[in-house]
T-cell receptor
Framework: QQQVKQSPQSLIVQKGGISIINCAYE??????FPWYQQFPGKGPALLIA?????SEKKEGRFTISFNKSAKQFSLHIMDSQPGDSATYFC????????????FGKGTKLTVNP | DTAVSQTPKYLVTQMGNDKSIKCEQN?????MYWYKQDSKKFLKIMFS???????INETVPNRFSPKSPDKAHLNLHINSLELGDSAVYFC????????????FGPGTRLLVL
């Protein structure tokens, strides 16, 4: 129940295309859902995050869509660029719980020029 | 200035040795973490400290011992290193817990021969 399942494991997209990464969870107590971006040789960095009281959050070319009833959330990268090539992790945590982030297994995104 | 720094960046050592990794954050954050990222990029929390107090201690062999001399530092000592300890270890910090952004260090790449 503490797992966050992420798919696909890897994704190849052409420049200008849309990248979509999906995550699913079982524990309905999760109430904070961040996405982290990790470039090779670097530590992960927060990209965008959402609470379940909204169904969508957009920051520039990055959008999180959240479906509370389906217990799923996804990251959409519009107009994907080669500089977006990185590993993306979804995560979830519970307020007042163990207060740790549970990470998905990551998606390696490659954007071809 | 680097927000979260780790030393060393690379660590190559023999099985059975004892080693330490140091982490410092200059963000004034209250909470610090240690994560392990394996060869498949899976990111898993090991420990978390809040104001020098241990708040998360995942199922980690007791060969791993964290120490927080003050809230700006969190070190990781590993006894009797094993081949399976080879991984990238990330330190992170956040102002609080739960939905606060975690800032990751650059990682320490540990290779046990």
């Amino acid at each position: 129940q503490q797992q966050v399942k992420q798919s696909p494991q890897s994704l190849i997209v052409q420049k200008g295309g849309i990248s979509i990464i999906n995550c699913a969870y079982e524990n309905t107590a999760f109430d904070y859902f961040p996405w982290y971006q990790q470039f090779p040789g670097k530590g992960p960095a927060l990209l965008i995050a959402i609470r379940p009281d909204v169904s969508e959050k957009k920051e520039g070319r990055f959008t999180i869509s959240f479906n509370k009833s389906a217990k799923q959330f996804s990251l959409h990268i519009m107009d994907s660029q080669p500089g977006d090539s990185a590993t993306y992790f979804c995560a979830a945590s519970i307020k007042g719980g163990s207060e740790k982030l549970v990470f998905g297994k990551g998606t390696k995104l490659t954007v071809n020029p | 200035d680097t927000a979260v720094s780790q030393t060393p960046k690379y660590l190559v050592t023999q099985m059975g040795n004892d080693k330490s990794i140091k982490c410092e954050q200059n963000l004034g954050h209250d909470t610090m973490y240690w994560y392990k990222q394996d060869s498949k990029k899976f990111l898993k929390i090991m420990f978390s400290y809040n104001n020098k107090e241990l708040i998360i201690n995942e199922t980690v062999p007791n060969r791993f011992s964290p120490k927080s001399p003050d809230k700006a530092h969190l070190n990781l000592h590993i006894n009797s290193l094993e081949l399976g300890d080879s991984a990238v270890y990330f330190c992170a910090s956040s102002q609080g817990t739960y939905e606060e952004t975690q800032y990751f260090g650059p990682g320490t790449r540990l290779l046990v021969l």
